[in-house]
């Protein structure tokens, strides 16, 4: 399918490995030009000349984090006004409810919550002004159904799911969608980290820990980056004009509701 944004540019931050990684290809594909951001330069730069000698679109680096004033400032210098945003950053670190503390908090909201709505606020202006925009939040499954050692990412993401849910109606008469992908386990650094904390705290192996997880989701296995970036290319499409505000599971059924 022409998903008739060839052409167009778009900022993927957090994007030199995993689900950011997988929009980035994808739209790549799409013939979207490409600004990809990561706090390595060595592999943020390695991602961008795997796409580069892949698809033919310009592909521009910044190697920064995404999280503080100073990083964002210098992807934007390089990005000027995109018609595409899709944010990412890494996610909190696992615990429990007794573990954190307001600085903890402070820092999670900070990476993600307050940094896509700073990115947003900035960078919706010329969208609405040129007519057309699409913004692409990578948040989380714990949005609709909390993972309880991702307290701190539970509440940062709902932030931002709130934020998303009035914004996206107020831009969306300019040709500007906001959309939330939520995904549930993919198979990605963030996930190994996460299993081997599992097999920590359960005293079984890293195996286990990932199959008990590959257990849980109907579908019996993990996501792939390049099927999340597929979902997140397409609601970057001229076709996803009229998808607003929504927050989409990408979790292979693992989440169990009527509707
Ligand atoms: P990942 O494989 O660990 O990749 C994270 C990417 O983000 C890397 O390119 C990393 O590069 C970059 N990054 C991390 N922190 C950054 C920062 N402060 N500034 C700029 N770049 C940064 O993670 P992932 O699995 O793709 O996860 C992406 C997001 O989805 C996370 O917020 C995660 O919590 C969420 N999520 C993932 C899953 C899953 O199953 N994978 C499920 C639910 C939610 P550098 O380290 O070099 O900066």
Known sequence: MDL????????????SKGLGRGCAIALAEAGVD???NAR?????????EDIRSRY???VETVAC???TEEGREKVLAVAGTPDILVNNAGGPPPGIWSDWDRD?????????????IALMKTLLPAMIDR???????ITSQS?????AVLGLSNSARAGLTGYVAGTARQVAEHGVTINNLLPGIHATDRIFALNTALAKSKNITIEEAAAERAASIPVGKYGEASDFGAACAFLCSQQAGFIIGQNISLDGGAFNSTI
């Open 4 to 15: 008739g944004i060839s052409g167009k540019k778009a900022v993927v931050c957090a994007s």
């Open 34 to 36: 490409l600004v990809l």
């Open 40 to 48: 390595g330069a060595e592999v943020l730069e390695k991602t961008a």
């Open 56 to 58: 033919n679109v310009h």
């Open 65 to 67: 984090d995404i999280t």
């Open 104 to 116: 903890d908090f402070i820092a999670a909201i900070d990476a993600n919550m307050l940094t896509p």
């Open 131 to 137: 007519g057309w925009g699409r913004v692409v939040n």
């Open 143 to 147: 949005v609709k159904s909390p993972i």
